[in-house]
């Protein structure tokens, strides 16, 4: 693993650099921060009624961790006025995510066995135009949210329960696409954990997001639980990457809506199955396939993806195709991701990016659910001969 090592070492260089390069030289384009400054501004000013706290872009609908977070950066950027300094923050954040995935992918090789990830792969983490603007020129709390989500999985595959449990939790807080991930937690702590131990986790879970929305809860709790934890938004047609060969009244109806949640949980079910079979047998690499299988399923059957939830899944993609589908043709590997990545670089989107996007899920999805080895082992006899 050593080779790996040298890798993730060069990468981390690599990508410190393209941050400070992307600082320098790339305009900075307003989108969400000064709404998210505004947001916050009312609640460092003494608001505690979440229907009251507002930006630019309409009423704050994240829970009380993006808050705490986001009043932090606020102070740190002279009320967000410091773009600059905001920017190198984000980049550190980016660093530091890498640095997160990539020893993900490191304990995952490991628990494989040497020759299971090519050390070439974790180069394809620098390879997004869009995930770098994502953090160093729009500062989205997406990017937040998966750090602290990253940092939970790493502690869990490292069977620090409760510490990955309280950093899951807090990751929820910022933002609620961490649900995405919660069947997977689920699956891992009934697999290892007596059912008053599994109770405990959840309950303690549960106690963290009691405690940071206390203020709120105590003052308007209606309100908080009714904006922070908001189910029923009206997503906008305009802004989805993947639905955009739909037309408007299809994308938004509820019988799309209810079709998507029956995908979803019906594809949650076979995985569920499958990985229930390995119960008290989960490797690093296992636990760490687990919840990236389950993200993603949940992103291919997303109701909506706007260009900032690539961040949910983006650095996932190598470790499902090269770890939790090694038998797919590197050829088709590439066409994947690049298709991935051109949806969600063409602004606005069209039907065909969101077509590629979709066909691209879709055929991740189907590998992952039938898990179809038989023909790729075929297509490389056939190469080998």
Not at 60 to 75: D, E, I, Q, R
Not at 180 to 203: D, R
Not at 242 to 249: K, T
Not at 319 to 326: D, M
Request: net charge positive; with cysteine; aromatic share 16%.
């Amino acid at each position: 693993m050593a080779s790996l090592g040298l890798s993730a070492l060069l990468l981390i260089i690599l990508e410190i650099t393209i941050c400070g390069t992307i600082i320098v030289f790339v305009p900075y384009t307003e989108i969400d921060w000064r709404a998210y400054m505004e947001e916050v501004s009312g609640f460092l000013a003494g608001e505690l009624n979440y229907t009251n706290l507002r930006g630019g872009t309409g009423p704050l609908v994240y829970p009380a961790g993006f808050t705490y977070l986001y009043s932090a950066l606020y102070f740190l950027t002279d009320s967000g006025t410091n773009i600059l300094t905001a920017q190198v923050i984000f980049a550190t954040i980016y660093v530091t995510t890498l640095f997160v995935v990539l020893a993900l992918y490191a304990t995952a090789a490991s628990s494989k066995g040497q020759g299971s990830l090519p050390v070439w792969v974790p180069f394809l983490l620098a390879a997004s135009k869009r995930v770098h603007s994502l953090y160093m020129l729009r500062m989205f709390n997406d990017t937040l949210a998966m750090l602290f989500l990253y940092i939970a999985v790493l502690m869990i595959v490292r069977r620090r329960w409760l510490t990955g449990c309280l950093t899951y939790s807090f990751a929820f807080s910022i933002k609620m696409n961490v649900a995405l991930f919660s069947p997977a937690l689920l699956l891992l702590l009934l697999a290892n954990h007596s059912i008053p131990k599994v109770i405990f986790y959840i309950v303690a879970m549960g106690g963290l997001q009691l405690l940071l929305g206390l203020p709120f809860l105590l003052h308007a709790p209606v309100a908080y639980l009714t904006r922070a934890f908001e189910l029923s938004r009206v997503f906008t047609y305009k802004w989805t990457v993947n639905f955009r060969f739909l037309d408007e009244s299809t994308f938004q109806s509820k019988p799309m809506a209810v079709l998507l949640i029956i995908l979803t949980l019906l594809s949650w079910g076979i995985l569920s199955r499958r990985w229930w079979s390995k119960k008290g047998r989960f490797s690093e690499a296992d636990t760490v396939a687990l919840f990236f299988e389950f993200n993603v399923v949940a992103v291919a059957f997303s109701r909506t993806l706007h260009y900032q939830f690539y961040s949910w899944f983006f650095h996932q993609l190598p470790f499902l195709l090269w770890i939790s589908l090694p038998n797919v043709p590197t050829p088709l590997r590439f066409v994947i991701l690049g298709c991935i990545e051109y949806a969600f670089n063409k602004f606005p989107s069209t039907p065909l990016s969101s077509a590629l996007l979709m066909g691209a899920l879709g055929v991740i999805v189907t590998l992952l659910l039938v898990k179809a080895k038989a023909p790729f082992q075929v297509y490389q006899r056939t190469k080998e001969q």
